[in-house]
């Protein structure tokens, strides 16, 4: 039975789904960016020798690594556990986990020549079913706990690592191809929204309650490429997904976060997505009022403030809801939880976004 898309366990924590709508609460819902992640202990336990991509075509693995910091922690949100990078090898790239290095793509695209290399026409439910399998799964183990959230890369980082073939400071290399080839820059962009907007499609009829699209490498473009190359299509994804769910009568909150895009919030609280994610680098409340109240924020707590004595850590989320406010807010951190940290200071971050914000909510 946990193979069928339907008769999922009835939602008993919605809390996550009305804040992205910016419906009232009785407290601020939180969840983790990278909360399936190596900081567990039994997170490496589970995956210790195996193939980091096998982990990931493995629908029960993933369910298991996605439950694992729900029976740890009253998060208000799960997340698939996946990898943006899923995407490129569906489209006929060879990715690979290096240790100590990260991701790698033995043979990055060079040239616009290259983009021949690429299938033409994604089959996404036979190349990616792995990832709508795992969904379906999840949703019937997680009993309706809290609501399960897809995800995928956006088209200009998914871009950028196929260029750089891994991880890169400068991102010289793709960005060479927007200044000197524009138009096949563009030819990749669309290919990759086409793949996205079917994959993201998938996951909701998979299951999927909520969808967030990772644009990581925002902050290594000016506002002027961002607007050429990124912007457009974030918007086209969003546009696309929303207006096939409609017609099937379906609605999902969408979630858009642009590391380092703090120059672009305006043009991102205008692009179809109900929810905008922040990094660290970004004071709340001028966010609150440079977005005008259009769209719910997640976000943005800087990871490295974990590091903290607990104490310390309750004030600065004390200090981070008296910025954004109660309303139409999920708290997150600015970025992925790091190796090193320790779940206990998780545990109390989590304690700490519910316990001020029901009082605040009180106190109103």
Request: glycine share 8%; hydrophobic share 40%.
């Given at each position: 039975?946990?193979?069928?898309?339907k008769?999922?366990?009835?939602?008993?924590?919605d809390?996550?789904?009305?804040?992205?709508?910016?419906?009232?609460?009785?407290?601020?819902?939180?969840?983790?960016?990278?909360?399936?992640?190596?900081?567990?202990?039994?997170?490496?336990?589970?995956?210790?020798?195996?193939?980091?991509?096998?982990?990931?075509?493995?629908?029960?693995?993933?369910?298991?690594?996605?439950?694992?910091?729900?029976?740890?922690?009253?998060?208000?949100?799960?997340?698939?556990?996946?990898?943006?990078?899923?995407?490129?090898?569906?489209?006929?790239?060879?990715?690979?986990?290096?240790?100590?290095k990260?991701p790698?793509?033995?043979?990055?695209?060079?040239?616009?020549?290259?983009?021949?290399?690429?299938?033409?026409?994604v089959d996404?439910?036979?190349?990616?079913?792995?990832?709508?399998?795992?969904?379906?799964?999840?949703?019937h183990?997680?009993?309706?706990?809290?609501?399960?959230?897809?995800?995928?890369?956006a088209?200009?980082?998914?871009?950028?690592?196929?260029?750089?073939?891994?991880?890169?400071?400068?991102?010289?290399?793709?960005?060479?191809?927007?200044?000197?080839?524009?138009?096949?820059?563009?030819?990749?962009?669309?290919?990759?929204?086409?793949?996205?907007?079917?994959?993201?499609?998938?996951?909701?009829?998979?299951?999927?309650?909520?969808?967030?699209?990772?644009?990581?490498?925002?902050?290594?473009?000016?506002?002027?490429?961002?607007?050429?190359?990124?912007?457009?299509?974030?918007?086209?994804?969003?546009?696309?997904?929303?207006?096939?769910?409609?017609?099937?009568?379906?609605?999902?909150?969408?979630?858009v976060?642009?590391?380092?895009?703090?120059?672009?919030?305006?043009?991102?609280?205008?692009?179809?997505?109900?929810v905008?994610?922040?990094?660290?680098?970004?004071?709340?409340?001028?966010?609150?009022?440079?977005?005008?109240?259009?769209?719910?924020?997640?976000?943005?707590?800087?990871?490295?403030?974990?590091?903290?004595?607990?104490?310390?850590?309750?004030?600065?989320?004390?200090?981070?809801?008296?910025?954004?406010?109660?309303?139409?807010?999920?708290?997150?951190?600015?970025?992925?939880?790091?190796?090193?940290?320790?779940?206990?200071?998780?545990?109390?971050?989590?304690?700490?976004?519910?316990?001020?914000?029901?009082?605040?909510?009180?106190?109103?």
């Amino acid at each position: 039975f946990d193979k069928h898309p339907k008769d999922f366990p009835q939602l008993q924590n919605d809390t996550f789904l009305r804040a992205a709508r910016g419906e009232e609460t009785e407290h601020v819902p939180v969840w983790c960016m990278r909360q399936a992640g190596r900081y567990l202990p039994e997170f490496r336990e589970s995956r210790a020798g195996k193939d980091f991509f096998e982990t990931c075509q493995t629908p029960a693995a993933c369910c298991e690594l996605t439950l694992q910091p729900l029976r740890r922690f009253p998060f208000d949100a799960a997340i698939i556990f996946s990898d943006i990078l899923v995407v490129p090898q569906a489209m006929g790239m060879d990715v690979q986990m290096v240790a100590g290095k990260g991701p790698t793509f033995p043979e990055p695209l060079k040239e616009p020549e290259d983009l021949q290399r690429l299938r033409v026409k994604v089959d996404v439910g036979k190349e990616l079913g792995y990832v709508f399998k795992a969904i379906t799964l999840t949703r019937h183990k997680i009993e309706g706990k809290v609501p399960l959230i897809g995800f995928t890369g956006a088209p200009w980082t998914l871009m950028s690592y196929m260029i750089e073939g891994g991880g890169s400071n400068t991102h010289s290399k793709a960005k060479r191809w927007l200044y000197r080839h524009p138009e096949a820059s563009h030819m990749l962009l669309r290919m990759l929204t086409d793949v996205i907007v079917e994959y993201l499609l998938g996951q909701v009829a998979a299951g999927a309650q909520a969808l967030q699209v990772f644009e990581s490498h925002a902050g290594i473009l000016g506002p002027v490429e961002f607007k050429e190359f990124a912007l457009p299509y974030l918007r086209d994804i969003a546009r696309r997904v929303k207006d096939k769910l409609k017609e099937a009568g379906q609605d999902v909150p969408m979630i858009v976060f642009a590391k380092d895009g703090h120059y672009a919030l305006e043009d991102l609280s205008q692009s179809h997505y109900e929810v905008v994610g922040l990094d660290w680098t970004i004071d709340p409340q001028s966010a609150r009022e440079r977005t005008g109240g259009k769209v719910s924020l997640q976000g943005n707590m800087d990871p490295c403030a974990l590091y903290a004595p607990k104490e310390r850590i309750s004030d600065i989320v004390k200090k981070m809801l008296e910025g954004f406010g109660t309303r139409a807010y999920i708290a997150n951190l600015g970025h992925g939880l790091y190796p090193d940290m320790d779940p206990e200071s998780v545990g109390a971050f989590v304690e700490a976004v519910h316990t001020h914000s029901r009082q605040m909510i009180k106190q109103k």
